[in-house]
């Protein structure tokens, strides 16, 4: 069993700031991926960022220049700051790790923590 715990939302102005964070526990294989995703009421899930074991990121074309994505291997833990916030970047945000054990790959995620943008 693999458990993501999140923090770090909430309600901030536009153009204000938050860091969300995520950290990971339990029956974890060997990390491949850590990433956050999010989902806007009416639309799917999309992905905003992703960080490799090896430190290699990507990121949602929506948000480049304005989140970074970083991660301490040795906790297990995902970071997203998230600056220059707009009101379309309010949505449910989720933690996901990638991970492998001998023979499978597994796909984790947390249990989501809401971030919205309004003044």
């Known amino acids: 069993q693999v458990h993501l715990v999140e923090s770090g939302g909430g309600l901030v102005q536009p153009g204000g700031s938050l860091r969300l964070s995520c950290a990971a526990s339990?029956?974890?294989?060997?990390?491949?991926?850590m990433g956050w995703y999010r989902q806007a009421p009416g639309k799917q899930r999309e992905l905003v960022a992703r960080?490799?074991?090896?430190?290699?990121?990507n990121y949602a074309d929506s948000v480049k220049g304005r989140f970074t994505i970083s991660s301490d291997n040795a906790k297990n833990a995902v970071y997203l700051q998230m600056n220059s916030l707009r009101p379309e970047d309010t949505a449910v945000y989720y933690c996901n790790v990638l991970h492998s054990r001998p023979g499978a790959t597994l796909d984790s995620w947390g249990q989501g923590t809401q971030v919205t943008v309004s003044s």
């Open positions: 339990g029956s974890i294989g060997s990390i491949n991926t």
């Open positions: 960080i490799t074991s090896g430190g290699k990121t």
